[in-house]
Structure formats: structure tokens, C-alpha cells
Nanobody, 124 residues
Framework: QVQLVESGGGLVQAGGSLRLSCAAS????????MGWYRQAPGKQRELVAS???????NYADSVKGRFTISRDNVKNTVYLQMNSLKPEDTSVYYC??????????????????WGPGTQVTVSS
């Protein structure tokens, strides 16, 4: 059974920093893209940052220059370093990963998995 487990959320004052981690475990061959999304109450889930298996990163305009995404392919873990946090960064942050696995016919398939989410609250 594959699962993504997030950690590192919490309460921080504006201007502070947090580091989120997300570890994938279970039966998988490898991981393609990984990313972080967030969803505030009453709003749609939005992409915060993503990173390819080769390390190429992409960021939402609202977090460029403040957030850094990275990954450890040995540990199957993706990180999100969040600096200069603002109250508008308050959201539930979700980890996403595209996992390559074998189906019951032993064919390679790619399936997207989500973590349960971790709350990030930035006070003003």
C-alpha cells in the first residue's frame, strides 16, 4: 500500500519560516514529478511548487523568491522550505507525487497520490 506522509506544518508569525516534508512509501518502482499544493477555506486547491525527477522546479508567482522545493530521490521525499511567510500563505498544504508502479499484469503505470494535508497558519 502506497502512502504519502507530510510533516512540518504549524503556527508561525509573519516573516518566519517553516519546512514541510513529504515521504512516499510502499510498493513503487520510482517517482516522477512531486509537488506541493495548498487550499485555503472557500478557495480552490492551487499549485505552490513542483519538481521533476531531474530536479527542475516550478513555482507559483505568489511564492517565487520565498519558497524552495527540493527532493531526495533516495529517501523518496520532497521538501518545501518556506521563508518570509505571510498571513495569506495560511492554508492546508498537500503533497502530491506521480508514482510509477506495476499493475497486476506487470505493466508500468503512473498513478497520482496525495498526502492527507498539513496545516500552515501564519499570524500577523
Amino acid at each position: 500500500q502506497v502512502q504519502l506522509v507530510e510533516s512540518g506544518g504549524g503556527l508561525v508569525q509573519a516573516g518566519g519560516s517553516l519546512r514541510l516534508s513529504c515521504a512516499a512509501s510502499g510498493s513503487m518502482i520510482s517517482i516522477n514529478g512531486m509537488g506541493w499544493y495548498r487550499q485555503a477555506p472557500g478557495k480552490q486547491r492551487e499549485l505552490v511548487a513542483s519538481i521533476t525527477s531531474g530536479g527542475s522546479a516550478n513555482y507559483a508567482d505568489s511564492v517565487k523568491g520565498r519558497f524552495t522545493i527540493s527532493r531526495d530521490n533516495v529517501k523518496n521525499t520532497v521538501y518545501l522550505q518556506m521563508n518570509s511567510l505571510k498571513p495569506e500563505d495560511t492554508s492546508v498544504y498537500y503533497c502530491n507525487a506521480d508514482l510509477i508502479m506495476l499493475d497486476r499484469f506487470r505493466r508500468y503505470i503512473t498513478t497520482s497520490y496525495w498526502g492527507p494535508g498539513t496545516q500552515v497558519t501564519v499570524s500577523s
